[in-house]
């Protein structure tokens, strides 16, 4: 419970009143019997951030698609390294080339903030 309350905090999409909600539930889990005395409220309060939000990834998942857009590109590079192209097409993978590296950037500092 205490990881999937620190998960809600740090997800980007979360709106800062859940947040708030979720540091406060993470305080009084952290007293002496605060796991007996709020497990429902923190399991009801993590359905419904599911059931807001959808899935809230965690540096798991975000490092597995690292790994995929990694991939993507190269597979991407390979296809089009030794193949003659137009200036359109040029264009096109120089622009879609630019995107991968915005997305593996923006996952880069999404893992970041686990650390």
């Known amino acids: 419970m205490w990881n999937e309350l620190v998960k809600v905090i740090k997800y ?3 709106e800062e009143e859940d947040k ?9 889990l952290n007293t002496a019997g605060g796991i ?26 975000i490092q597995q698609k ?23 097409e040029i264009i096109m993978i120089s622009k879609r080339i630019h995107e991968y590296f915005n997305e593996i950037k923006y996952l880069e500092k999404q893992i970041e903030k686990y650390k």
């Open 12 to 14: 980007d999409k979360v």
């Open 20 to 28: 708030n909600h979720a540091r406060l539930l993470l305080s009084q």
């Open 36 to 61: 007996h005395l709020i497990r429902k409220e923190i399991t009801y309060f993590l359905d419904d951030m599911v059931e807001k939000y959808g899935e809230i990834p965690t540096k798991i998942t």
């Open 66 to 88: 690292l790994k995929e857009t990694i991939d993507e590109l190269e597979k991407f590079k390979q296809y089009w390294a030794n193949k003659p192209k137009t200036r359109d």
